[in-house]
């Protein structure tokens, strides 16, 4: 997946999914996420998560990231809560190599693990019947500053 110099997100399409569907993702942040972007920096972009309708930002829940420094990046779960949004730092994954990302829906938290780093984290948001899947969105405000790619294939 690759997000063009000057774009939040690739094209796609919308994809419902069902009210228990695990979303796993093996994810391998690639050189190209290194960036500087001055004072947005500590901004976080989305990976992969769910949203719930009318609008994810009502109810949804998602990892994040961002490059801060040297060959790591920072992950987050992100998310809304009845329109509030929230994000807790889970941990540190390193560049160029490759790790599951798992997002369990439950009733009434769903679970953010990536595995073999001992991160997980639950996030006090509602299943609401069917979602849609959020994919990989760059920043907040700041567009991508040069092409990045994410290797990222569903399991």
């Known amino acids: 997946m690759i997000i063009k110099a000057g774009t939040h997100a690739p094209l796609r ?8 569907r ?7 942040f690639t050189p190209s996420c290194r960036y500087k972007i001055g004072d947005d920096q500590c901004d976080i972009n989305k990976l992969f998560g769910i949203g719930y309708f009318p609008y994810h930002r009502l109810n949804s829940v998602r990892f ?4 801060t420094s040297n060959d790591h990046v920072d992950i987050f ?3 809304y809560k009845e329109g509030e ?6 941990g ?10 798992v997002l369990t829906p439950g009733l ?4 953010l693990q990536v595995y ?4 997980a984290a639950n996030v006090p948001v509602y299943r609401q019947g069917w979602g849609f899947l959020l994919r990989p969105y760059f920043g907040g405000n700041q567009k991508a500053p040069h092409d990045i790619e994410i290797k990222m294939k569903e399991l």
């Open 13 to 20: 399409l919308p994809e419902l999914i069902g009210q228990s």
């Open 85 to 90: 949004r929230s994000w807790k730092m889970m």
């Open 64 to 67: 994040g990231w961002r490059y």
């Open 77 to 79: 779960a992100y998310w």
């Open 116 to 119: 073999g780093r001992g991160m």
């Open 22 to 28: 695990i979303l796993r993702y093996a994810v391998e």
């Open 108 to 111: 009434t938290f769903h679970t």
């Open 92 to 101: 540190q994954v390193p560049i160029g190599r490759e790790h599951i990302f």
